[in-house]
Nanobody
Framework: VQLQASGGGLVQAGGSLRLSCVAS????????MGWFRQAPGKEREFVAA???????AYKDSVQGRATISRDNAKDTVYLQMNSLKPEDTAVYYC????????????????WGQGTLVTVSS
């Protein structure tokens, strides 16, 4: 599975961004899809995930500000982030799992290259 993330950029605090991740190489609808992020000097952390049936999970600190969704016809997963804060600044990675949407990076089998989100104060 190849994953291509896009949609990052520079945004002011309080603004919004929508990240996209296009998958290829495997039946997309069968994959659990997740978004992780890594800020400078910090470990990669879970942000959100969505299963093949549309079930979702979120990191507590983005709950209510983030919405993960998928379009199986387009082999694409999205992460809509609203009310962005400077602490949301990170490289955002999409990932795919053959088995779950658990919030642990080692549960994911495939990773995209990342897209940088910078939130200015």
């Amino acid at each position: 599975v190849q994953l291509q993330a896009s949609g990052g950029g520079l945004v002011q605090a309080g603004g919004s961004l929508r990240l996209s991740c296009v998958a290829s190489g495997r039946t997309f609808s069968s994959l659990g899809m997740g978004w992780f992020r890594q800020a400078p000097g910090k470990e990669r952390e879970f942000v959100a995930a969505i299963g093949g049936t549309g079930n979702t999970a979120y990191k507590d600190s983005v709950q209510g500000r983030a919405t993960i969704s998928r379009d199986n016809a387009k082999d694409t997963v999205y992460l809509q982030m609203n009310s962005l804060k400077p602490e949301d600044t990170a490289v955002y990675y999409c990932a795919a799992s053959r088995t779950s949407i658990l919030p642990f990076a080692d549960q994911y089998d495939y990773w995209g290259q990342g897209t940088l989100v910078t939130v200015s104060s």
